[in-house]
């Protein structure tokens, strides 16, 4: 058992109860976006414990808030853009298509995303004549949202943010986030401010990773310092209904190594009715092992070996004389270099269809950030595929990498040649 006696035991951000008990610590990490130019690579960089902990009271896995949202999100130079990437765009049309039909959304309903990001979903409802309103915290994404068309607010959302957007602009018939849940500092005040803007017969719905699949996947990775919360139906189930909102139906997607889709709607309301589906994945998280501690326990013994494993084919490929490169910059692929200490010495440089992170260097690490043909320009033996989770379109994309008979490796659950 992990359970360690600290001096400073930081309270639970769900149930307030003391956090005693490790499920993964990888170390002293810097931030994931916070990629450097070349003017910078002489300047010290902050480097933040990475130490995830589970609260043996609600089973929140959580990261204690080491570094203030503003510093993450709100300087602008936050640098993830999702439209880069194709798979998910798609993802986008296929909900707007899904809930719109399924909820009768139409002229008459107001559809709010909070973490609206550059408005690629959000722009598939304007398309449709859907009154919109996004809320998201980093100006530059919200500008590119407001260049497509998608009315956006800069701001950070809780129960004050709601209150003001529910006055301004009405409740929501339709309130949705995706992606955001984990990244919220303040857990109960976002969740409350979700109740306040949603209206009376309204329906929110909600996208994070399942922790289910971060440990069956060894998905070690996807723990990052943007990425408070690390989350099972169970207790995002607890959370919901402390704050009067109860789940009613769940998807399991394939999104992010395996994510969930969380329907709620306002407690005491009959419709919609409670899918079976509901009790279904409640009793399959249950008979995992997810409500006790020695499942969270020996999850980071696991991790410690991925480690080694990982090493240990980058050192026999290094050593056969093999050139090893980076596909994409994902703030998964900063923690998984900085925790196995992957630098220049494996991986020549990584490459990213982003203009925005081209150029760059990747934090902690200073793998440089380049453009994907380079790849065809220096031939390089192994391409690691850093967002794995993106494995079979980015070796689609990148086929011609097997021309120069190159292969692919990817990192995660374990290293695997494809
Ligand atoms: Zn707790």
């Excluded at 503003?70 to 602008?76: A, K, P």
């Excluded at 980071?300 to 596909?327: D, H, M, N, P, W």
């Amino acid at each position: 058992m992990t359970s360690e006696l600290r001096a400073h035991q930081p309270p639970c951000r769900f149930c307030g109860a003391p956090l005693r008990d490790t499920f993964v610590d990888l170390g002293m990490s810097p931030l994931c976006q916070r990629h450097l130019r070349a003017d910078q690579l002489g300047e010290m960089e902050p480097f933040y414990p990475l130490h995830a902990y589970v609260c043996r009271e609600c089973f929140l896995v959580q990261i204690e808030e080491v570094v203030p949202p503003q510093e993450i999100f709100g300087d602008g130079s936050y640098a993830y853009f999702s439209s880069y990437a194709d798979s998910w765009l798609r993802h986008a049309a296929q909900y707007t298509e899904l809930v719109t039909e399924r909820f009768g959304l139409g002229q008459k309903s107001f559809v709010v995303e909070i973490a609206s990001n550059d408005g690629y979903l959000l722009q598939n409802f304007v398309r449709r004549g859907i009154p919109v309103l996004g809320i998201e915290p980093a100006s530059n994404t919200a500008e590119a949202a407001l260049r497509k068309g998608v009315p956006t607010l800069v701001r950070f959302f809780g129960a004050e943010a709601a209150t003001d957007v529910a006055a301004e602009h009405g409740r929501a018939s339709l309130l949705l986030g995706n992606n955001v849940l984990a990244h919220v500092p303040d857990l109960n005040d976002f969740v409350s401010g979700l109740a306040i803007l949603l209206a009376p017969d309204g329906v929110l719905t909600m996208e994070f990773p399942h922790l289910l699949r971060l440990v069956e996947g060894n998905q070690f990775d996807t723990i990052y310092h943007e990425h408070f919360s690390y989350l099972s139906f169970g207790t995002v189930a607890s959370i919901f209904a402390r704050h009067g909102l109860e789940l009613f139906d769940v998807d399991e997607l394939d999104t992010h190594g395996g994510s969930l889709r969380v329907y709620a709607r306002h407690s005491g309301r009959e419709l919609p009715p409670i899918t079976p589906r509901v009790a279904r994945l409640l009793e399959l998280e249950t008979r995992s092992g997810m409500r006790e501690l020695a499942w969270y326990a020996s999850f980071g013994e696991r991790v410690k070996e991925t480690k080694r494993k990982l090493l240990e084919f980058l050192i026999g490929a290094k050593r056969a004389g093999k050139s090893i490169c980076g596909y994409g910059a994902p703030g998964k692929g900063n923690t998984l270099l900085n925790y196995c200490g992957i630098r220049t010495d494996f991986i020549d440089y990584t490459v990213d269809r982003s203009p925005h992170k081209q150029g760059g260097f990747l934090p902690g690490t200073h793998v440089p950030i380049r453009a994907p043909e380079e790849l065809t320009r220096t031939r390089p033996d192994y391409v690691l595929i850093l967002p794995w989770n993106l494995q079979d379109e980015i070796m689609e994309q990148m086929s011609i990498v097997r021309s120069w008979g190159g292969r692919f490796v990817i990192p995660i659950p374990e290293v695997q040649v494809r």
